[in-house]
């Protein structure tokens, strides 16, 4: 089977208390698999990974006032989704909002309506909890963001 490749942008969006925030995912093509991702997707020809970073979150949680810092963030993962294999190189852009309360779009988009839930998580409940989150090591990254401030240079995940 040929493997996708693409880019992608990831948004490491804090709140004012240092939670990040994730969405809850599954794939209908392996039930009962689920896991917790930050904001982000796929950036479309012409876009700029900003541009995409922006119009996912506006499509994702209809957020669209934020306060974007850098990128802080990179990589290469490998990933089955609904039965096709993906190469995704992806960044991951710091973004904090003052707003405590969101909630998933209603969209049309085949890609959302496989986002469960959304939730507000802090460092310890990333570090303790039994559910799969992704990208590993997102919970050492947010904690550095929050400590020491944006690394530079951005850090390989």
Do not use: C, K, N
């Not at 990589?75 to 969101?102: I, K, N, P």
């Not at 919970?139 to 850090?155: I, N, Q, W």
């Amino acid at each position: 089977m040929a493997v996708e490749r693409r880019r992608a942008v990831r948004v490491l969006l804090l709140d004012p208390d240092g939670r990040v925030l994730l969405l809850h995912g599954t794939d209908p093509a392996a039930p009962g698999a689920d896991w917790w991702i930050t904001p982000g997707g796929g950036i479309e020809p012409g876009e700029s990974p900003a541009e995409a970073a922006r119009r996912e979150l506006g499509e994702e949680i209809g957020l669209t006032e934020v306060e974007w810092g850098p990128l802080v963030a990179y990589g290469m993962v490998r990933f089955s989704f609904r039965g096709r294999d993906y190469e995704q190189e992806q960044s991951f852009h710091l973004a904090r909002t003052g707003r405590g309360e969101v909630s998933l779009r209603q969209s049309g988009a085949e890609e959302h309506a496989l986002l469960l839930a959304v939730r507000w998580w802090t460092v310890g409940e990333l570090r303790t909890t039994g559910d799969t989150v992704y990208p590993l090591g997102l919970a050492a990254l947010v904690e550095r963001v929050l400590t020491e401030g944006p690394p530079e240079p951005p850090v390989r995940l």
